[in-house]
């Protein structure tokens, strides 16, 4: 049968016009009104414990809300050795999730979407979290002024990571007091390793003093240098700190030298793990919650919590530890005592969540993103959804976070396990009230022995002592350098120090030539640029 040109014509120019006005228009309001969604790509690098963001309730909420629909891909492990390739590629979806450094913006130019102008029209809550938290703008911005990416704030958390616990137990029955100093704590060393002190019958399982991990780790021993007046901040990176309005590098430093030689006397006795060394932090978490008998076996040792570092059978025995003093050949108080301030680390991180600058729906993506800063949602990012059943709201911006579902397993765990967690975008307001889960109480009450020693610092510009790595920016001259530079100066760094802990190498020979190596690797022009940026920050 024919057709007639003109009718081919008309309904030629009918589909034209229906798919110009259903698929030209990106805005919520037209995607809402003709009954559909719009589509965007995600990506999030999951903590292991992670469960599918198929699977929670809240999120699906806040892309119904935006009026988005999200094919997610979750990165589970290995990210770091994959990016590059991926970034490379300039293949990246539209909407980015804890998979970003602020060198990555540097390194891919044009990759990512400056932020700027859409958080001015879209991103309501996240300019309510600059005003309020003038940190995080600080924190979003690149050295140009460009904002790539979106930090979080979550100002619940405590100022400090770690917690030296000690074994009270132990301590009572060998009627010894809690160590104050440096001197008496390898005092009360040597009596946990003489006496068999968890009773069992077997005089030599207790092992006195446990660590995991060096430099910019939580709970590795380089947090005592504290004791000497060191001022850490945020797990030192690579072991920079700032005293007086300049920075340094405490691996380098003569009071640095003078711990290590502690540190070894310790270990030549027997006092500290032998094998914390080689130790993964699985071992290291294992061995705090005792033997398999339930008996404790190690009298002192960092952690973040009680029931986290001991499990519910041996916490109740262990007790934080408050700043020792330094008094090793010098009258205590020679110091001025400080403890590590993690304060900004723990509450605030860059680069949570940024966009592809190839998104076609920029403004709905960034609506989405915006989502992520609400009241409600963002407590939800951290604990879990109320549909969920990880948290309810017991009043305006009055939150309870909820016993977890699984009874086998612990809240810090739990939270890990039901939402985005501590990886993900979010703005926690101060006016908050949440009703935290009993870790996190304890938490917070451990560290009262720490509040005085920590209220020296004020993590602000102003105090020459703190070391605002989060806050620095660099050129791309400036990054390439210290990468290549920082890599000679750290193999060196941290060959040496196993081998001054373990007696393998005698420190005091080693010491001149030690610096001179690292100086000669570039610590110096290291040192130089930063001392820059942190002028410029200050």
Same mark, same amino acid.
């Given at each position: /049968?024919?057709?007639?040109?003109?009718?081919?014509?008309?309904?030629?120019? @009918?589909?034209?016009?229906?798919?110009?006005?259903?698929? #030209?228009?990106?805005?919520?309001?037209?995607?809402?009104?003709?009954? +559909?969604?719009?589509?965007?790509?995600?990506?999030?690098?999951?903590?292991?414990?992670? $469960?599918?963001?198929?699977?929670?309730?809240?999120?699906?909420?806040?892309?119904?809300?935006?009026?988005?629909?999200?094919?997610?891909?979750?990165?589970?492990?290995?990210?770091?050795?994959?990016?590059?390739?991926?970034?490379?590629?300039?293949?990246?979806?539209?909407?980015?999730?804890?998979?970003?450094?602020?060198?990555?913006?540097?390194?891919?130019?044009?990759?990512?979407?400056?932020?700027?102008?859409?958080?001015?029209?879209?991103?309501?809550?996240?300019?309510?979290?600059?005003?309020?938290?003038?940190?995080?703008?600080?924190?979003?911005?690149?050295?140009?002024?460009?904002?790539?990416?979106?930090?979080? *704030?979550?100002?619940?958390?405590?100022?400090?990571?770690?917690? /030296?616990?000690?074994?009270?137990?132990?301590?009572?029955?060998?009627?010894?007091?809690?160590? %104050?100093?440096?001197?008496?704590?390898?005092?009360?060393?040597?009596? *946990?390793?003489?006496?068999?002190?968890? +009773?069992?019958?077997?005089?030599?399982?207790?092992?006195?003093?446990?660590?995991?991990?060096?430099?910019? %780790?939580?709970?590795? &021993?380089?947090? &005592?240098?504290?004791?000497?007046? =060191?001022?850490?901040?945020?797990?030192?990176?690579? %072991?920079?700190?700032?005293?007086?309005?300049?920075?340094?590098?405490?691996?380098?430093?003569?009071?640095?030298?003078?711990?290590?030689?502690?540190?070894?006397?310790?270990?030549?006795?027997?006092?500290?793990?032998?094998?914390?060394?080689?130790?993964?932090?699985? !071992?290291?978490?294992?061995?705090?919650?005792?033997?398999?008998?339930?008996?404790?076996?190690?009298? #002192?040792?960092?952690?973040?919590?009680?029931?986290?570092?001991?499990?519910?059978?041996?916490?109740?025995?262990?007790?934080?530890?408050?700043?020792?003093?330094?008094? @090793?050949?010098?009258?205590?108080?020679?110091?001025?005592?400080?403890?590590?301030?993690?304060?900004? +680390? &723990?509450?605030?991180?860059?680069?949570?969540?940024?966009?592809?600058?190839? #998104?076609?729906?920029?403004?709905?993506?960034?609506?989405?993103?915006?989502?992520?800063?609400?009241?409600?949602?963002?407590?939800?990012?951290?604990?879990?959804?109320?549909?969920?059943?990880?948290?309810?709201?017991?009043?305006?911006?009055? *939150?309870?976070?909820?016993?977890?579902?699984?009874?086998?397993?612990?809240?810090?765990?739990?939270?890990?396990?039901?939402? *985005?967690?501590?990886?993900?975008? /979010?703005?926690?307001?101060?006016?908050?009230?949440?009703?935290?889960?009993?870790?996190?109480?304890?938490?917070?009450?451990?560290?009262?022995?720490? !509040?005085?020693?920590?209220?020296?610092?004020?993590?602000?510009?102003?105090?020459?002592?703190?070391?605002?790595?989060?806050?620095?920016?660099?050129?791309?001259?400036?990054?390439?350098?210290?990468?290549?530079?920082?890599?000679?100066?750290?193999?060196?760094?941290?060959?040496?120090?196993?081998?001054?802990?373990?007696?393998?190498?005698?420190?005091?020979?080693?010491?001149?030539?030690?610096? $001179?190596?690292?100086?000669? !690797?570039?610590?110096?022009?290291? &040192?130089? =640029?930063?001392?820059?940026?942190?002028?410029?920050?200050?």
């Amino acid at each position: /049968m024919r057709v007639k040109k003109t009718a081919v014509l008309n309904g030629f120019l @009918i589909v034209c016009f229906v798919l110009f006005f259903t698929g #030209c228009s990106h805005d919520r309001k037209s995607s809402s009104a003709s009954g +559909g969604k719009i589509k965007l790509t995600g990506l999030f690098v999951s903590h292991p414990l992670t $469960k599918s963001v198929h699977d929670m309730k809240w999120l699906k909420e806040i892309e119904d809300e935006a009026g988005v629909d999200i094919t997610w891909e979750q990165v589970y492990t290995d990210w770091n050795q994959t990016k590059s390739t991926r970034f490379a590629s300039g293949d990246i979806p539209d909407i980015l999730i804890n998979a970003t450094a602020s060198s990555d913006y540097v390194m891919y130019a044009g990759l990512f979407q400056d932020l700027t102008e859409l958080i001015d029209k879209d991103a309501p809550n996240v300019k309510e979290m600059f005003a309020d938290e003038p940190d995080t703008r600080v924190l979003a911005r690149t050295l140009d002024g460009k904002i790539y990416a979106l930090p979080k *704030f979550q100002g619940k958390w405590p100022s400090t990571n770690t917690v /030296m616990f000690i074994n009270q137990e132990w301590l009572d029955k060998l009627h010894l007091k809690m160590p %104050a100093t440096l001197s008496e704590l390898k005092t009360v060393l040597e009596a *946990f390793k003489r006496n068999d002190c968890n +009773g069992n019958g077997t005089p030599d399982d207790e092992i006195p003093l446990d660590f995991n991990g060096w430099f910019g %780790a939580a709970y590795g &021993l380089p947090v &005592l240098l504290g004791s000497m007046g =060191i001022q850490l901040t945020n797990w030192a990176p690579d %072991a920079y700190f700032a005293e007086n309005g300049v920075v340094k590098n405490y691996a380098v430093d003569p009071r640095y030298k003078l711990f290590m030689k502690y540190l070894a006397g310790l270990y030549k006795e027997g006092l500290i793990n032998q094998n914390a060394i080689t130790n993964d932090y699985s !071992a290291f978490q294992s061995l705090s919650r005792g033997d398999e008998k339930g008996n404790a076996v190690v009298g #002192c040792v960092f952690g973040w919590e009680e029931t986290d570092k001991f499990g519910s059978k041996l916490y109740s025995q262990y007790k934080p530890v408050p700043p020792l003093a330094y008094d @090793i050949g010098v009258p205590a108080g020679t110091y001025d005592t400080r403890w590590i301030n993690d304060y900004t +680390g &723990l509450n605030m991180s860059p680069d949570r969540i940024c966009m592809s600058a190839r #998104c076609e729906h920029k403004d709905a993506a960034m609506r989405f993103i915006n989502k992520f800063y609400d009241p409600t949602v963002s407590v939800e990012v951290l604990f879990g959804g109320i549909s969920d059943g990880c948290i309810s709201k017991a009043g305006d911006n009055y *939150f309870k976070v909820e016993k977890p579902l699984n009874p086998d397993t612990d809240p810090g765990t739990w939270k890990w396990t039901s939402t *985005f967690a501590d990886n993900g975008p /979010m703005y926690i307001r101060q006016a908050a009230r949440i009703d935290m889960a009993p870790d996190m109480t304890n938490a917070l009450n451990e560290r009262k022995v720490y !509040a005085s020693v920590l209220g020296k610092l004020r993590t602000d510009s102003s105090d020459g002592d703190y070391y605002p790595q989060q806050f620095m920016k660099y050129s791309a001259e400036d990054i390439n350098t210290m990468a290549v530079m920082q890599a000679n100066v750290t193999n060196i760094i941290d060959n040496y120090w196993a081998l001054w802990l373990t007696g393998r190498s005698d420190i005091d020979a080693d010491w001149e030539s030690y610096v $001179k190596s690292v100086d000669d !690797a570039g610590l110096q022009k290291i &040192l130089k =640029i930063r001392q820059a940026s942190f002028n410029t920050y200050r």
